[in-house]
Structures are given as C-alpha cells and as structure tokens.
C-alpha cells in the first residue's frame, strides 16, 4: 500500500508540475528573434492580446526605443511578467495609449 501511495503522489506531482507549465508556455521553448515584431509578439501574448492596433503602436514605439538585436533578444527572453511590466512600468498601459494625468487613452479612440 506504501508504494501505491508513493506513485500516487509522484504521478500527482508530475500532472500539476505539468499542467502548471502548459498555462503560462514555459514548457515551450521561445524563439528569440532580436526583431520588433518578435518583442511585440512576445508582449502581446504575454497580455494575450491579437489586437492589430496594439501590435503597429507596439513596433513603432519599439524601433524608437530599441537600436540592437541583442537588447531586443533580452526582452523577448523575459517571462511574462517582467515583460509586460518592462512596456507598461507604473502606468498599467500599453504602446499606442496616451497618459494624462490618471486618464489613459487610446489615439484611435479619443478622436
């Protein structure tokens, strides 16, 4: 009964360490592109976003921000967390969001 139990619970351990990993991707390998495009790819998945919008202001802010493939290799290279903090910081907002004051707005929809 002793060894059932220890089966039991390594099998258990194994199914939550696995099903853990499958909700966030760690258990897929990134490909790190060093492009804008792979950075924006990699925030908006992080935040789960399939936005158009997002990923053009994305890019386009990036390539103001961003001069060498080996920076943008680093960001693609953080886990999710630290990614989207890195683009929003204290703000909470994301690329193509215009911050005034406590008031964040989107270009395209504040016309």
């Known amino acids: 009964m ?5 089966a039991a619970l390594v ?4 199914l939550a360490i696995a099903g853990g990993c499958r909700f966030d991707g760690a258990w897929r390998p990134r490909r ?13 998945g992080c935040k789960r976003s399939g936005d ?6 994305c890019v386009a ?7 060498d493939t080996e920076s943008l290799r680093a960001y693609e ?6 990614a989207v903090e890195y683009v929003e910081g204290d703000s909470g ?3 193509g969001t215009v911050v005034v004051g406590d008031t964040a707005t989107s270009p395209t929809t504040s016309r």
Not at 11 to 14: E, Q, Y
Not at 32 to 38: D, F, I, R
Not at 61 to 67: A, G, K
């Open 93 to 95: 907002t994301g690329p």
């Open 2 to 6: 002793s060894a059932f139990r220890a």
């Open 52 to 57: 158009s919008a997002a990923r053009t202001a």
């Open 77 to 82: 290279s953080l886990e999710c967390t630290d």
């Open 32 to 44: 790190l592109t060093g492009t804008c495009e792979g950075a924006c790819d990699h925030y908006l």
């Open 11 to 14: 099998l258990a351990l194994g």
């Open 61 to 67: 802010e990036c390539r103001e921000v961003f001069q």
